[in-house]
């Protein structure tokens, strides 16, 4: 396939949607995504069978599933009653495969070749985790609780089995031989920077000579990100040390622009319901900063 490789760095839902727009122009598309979920299903399956937060994985293996694929509607399907109420088909199937196989990245693999993906999906890191803030609330521990906090200064990945949390050498390579890495949308703190600021991920970015786009959310969260312009999302993915060439904003965004201090890229990004960025569009946008880049697309094999 011809094209650039494009590396989608985040949570679930936004790069989810990132996924489906790089399926448009990309030669190869990969997903790096976050585990330090421990809301809802996710959470739930965390804690019953010790597993990693699989929910956004979910997410991810269905946008970049085959068109059409009946597996995919049912790996979204929610039971509704019951002991399995509230866990999705896909989140149950992921908890099978991992203790079936007994490896993280092998049964994400599995259940991308069962979809048949059009692109690869990795766990940001393997370890189970939990994320940590730091700010005006003073140490908080754990997604549900930080995305609750306010004027959050840092984040942090917590090992719980007492380890370092890392990229999978997977998720290194993948980022190495990027063309263009696009980092977002999501929440800033609690899924933007759960996948972005892990450990590894971080240095690879650094030394990829791929575009890193920042995908900017289409408005401020309650409260993690209240008050905050687009200049301030750059500016803490800078303090976290997350290095960004371009950031691509929507051009109604009701979110203040401030000085961000590098290339900014503004396109219509809204989708139909007004809520999420079209994958349309944001193809457009992230194809249009890639070609202004100095960095040159290369073939994938």
Same mark, same amino acid.
């Given at each position: ?6 590396v ?18 990309a030669?190869e598309?990969t ?8 809301g ?10 010790d597993?990693v ?5 979910r ?46 990245? *092998?049964?994400?693999? &599995?259940?991308?070749? =069962?979809?048949?993906?059009? /692109?690869? !999906?990795?766990p %940001?890191?393997? $370890?189970? @985790? ?17 995305g609750? *906090?306010?004027?959050? &200064?840092?984040?942090? =990945?917590?090992?719980?089995? /007492?380890? !370092?949390a890392t %990229?999978?050498? $997977?998720? @290194? ?27 590894g ?8 000579? %791929?575009?890193?786009?920042? @995908? ?10 209240a008050?905050l ?10 303090r976290?040390?997350?290095?960004i ?25 809204v ?18 900063a ?12």
């Open positions: 396939m011809n094209g650039p490789r494009v989608a760095v985040g949570g679930g839902h936004g790069t989810a949607v990132t996924l489906r727009a790089a399926l448009r122009y030669g598309v997903g790096v995504v976050s585990v330090a979920d421990d809802g299903s996710s959470g739930r399956l965390r804690e019953l069978l597993v937060a699989v929910g956004d994985l997410k991810c293996l269905v946008a970049v599933a085959d068109d059409g694929s009946s597996l995919a509607s049912a790996f979204e399907l929610r039971f509704t009653a019951g002991e399995l109420a509230g866990h999705p088909l896909g989140n149950l199937v992921l908890a099978g495969l991992i203790g079936t196989l007994g490896d993280l990245e *092998a049964a994400v693999d &599995e259940a991308g070749r =069962l979809l048949g993906a059009r /692109g690869r !999906v990795l %940001a890191t393997t $370890a189970r @985790v939990a994320l940590r803030s730091i700010g005006e609330h003073g140490e908080v521990t754990g997604q549900v609780a930080v609750a *906090a306010s004027r959050i &200064e840092r984040v942090g =990945l917590v090992a719980l089995d /007492g380890g !370092v %990229a999978p050498y $997977a998720v @290194v390579d993948a980022l190495l031989a990027a063309d263009q890495i696009a980092i977002g949308p999501g929440s800033l703190f609690t899924s933007v920077l759960a996948a972005a600021a892990v450990p991920v971080i240095e690879a970015m650094r030394e990829s000579d %791929a575009q890193r786009v920042y @995908v900017c959310n289409l408005r401020t969260q309650l409260p993690d990100t008050d312009t687009v200049a301030d999302h750059v500016a803490a993915l800078a976290h040390g997350v290095p060439d371009v950031v691509v904003v929507d051009d109604h965004t009701p979110m203040p622009l401030g000085t961000p201090g590098i290339d900014c890229v503004r396109a219509p990004l989708g139909r319901n007004h809520l999420v960025h079209d994958p349309d569009l944001l193809a457009a946008a992230l194809q249009s890639l070609a202004q880049s100095r960095v040159p697309a290369r073939e994938a094999p």
